[in-house]
């Protein structure tokens, strides 16, 4: 993996936490909103792993596909951050 695609990360990182806000306190928002959906609980954690998932498949249909690849990077990132 390159340096460059790794400070590309770093990046939509910081640029998403300026637009939204603290990652661990969106990601605990979402779980709550998915608990409802789902009528079961959801934590943080589930939601970082489920964007991951969702981020994968993307990249198994277009493995060439940048942004997907730098959005689990940024996922992967967080999770060690959030309540599981």
């Known amino acids: 993996m390159s340096a460059a695609l790794l400070d590309k990360a770093a990046a939509v990182l910081e640029e998403r936490g300026q637009t939204y806000g603290a990652a661990d306190a969106a990601f605990a928002a979402i779980a709550v909103r998915w608990s409802i959906t789902l009528g079961r609980p959801v934590s943080a954690a589930d939601v970082i ?6 981020k994968l498949v993307r990249l ?3 493995p060439a596909h940048e942004d997907s690849l730098i959005d689990v990077i940024g996922y992967a990132a ?3 951050g959030v309540r599981r």
């Open 49 to 54: 792993l489920c964007m991951i998932d969702l």
């Open 60 to 62: 198994a249909h277009d």
């Open 78 to 80: 967080l999770f060690p």
